[in-house]
């Protein structure tokens, strides 16, 4: 399996960014999906899962009510929209997809999951 994360960047505090993630390699809805984000220094951190049909979603508390994630299963891509970036929302955003018939763990740990894509920097300046 083989994710593209996107759409990061340098934003001001209060504004809002869109991430992709495209996955390919096998079939799509045999995965969950999830989004991490690492800061330098500090651990890899949950930020949001979806299940495979795309009913059920996670959040992390951090970003309750900001952020919210969402999949297409006719394009293969999962999606975070990030609303009222703060500064403390700068790190490395990272996908990750978790086989459901397979994967131990829970969504919302990084053991949760068994494949990764590289990350896309998002950073908001105060």
């Known amino acids: 399996v083989q994710l593209q994360a996107s759409g990061g960047g340098l934003v001001q505090a209060g504004a809002s960014l869109n991430l992709s993630c495209a996955v390919s390699g096998r079939t799509f809805t045999n995965y969950g999906m999830g989004w991490f984000r690492q800061a330098p220094g500090k651990v890899r951190e949950f930020v949001a899962a979806v299940s495979w049909s795309g009913g059920t979603m996670y959040y992390a508390d951090s970003v309750k009510g900001r952020f919210s994630i969402s999949r297409d299963n006719a394009k293969s891509t999962v999606y975070l929209r990030m609303n009222n970036l703060r500064t403390e929302d700068t790190a490395d955003y990272l996908c990750?997809?978790?086989?459901?018939?397979?994967?131990?763990?829970?969504?919302?740990?990084?053991?949760?999951?068994?494949?990764w894509g590289q990350g896309t920097q998002v950073t908001v300046s105060s």
């Open positions: 990750a997809a978790r086989d459901v018939r397979f994967s131990v763990g829970t969504p919302d740990t990084p053991d949760g999951y068994d494949y």
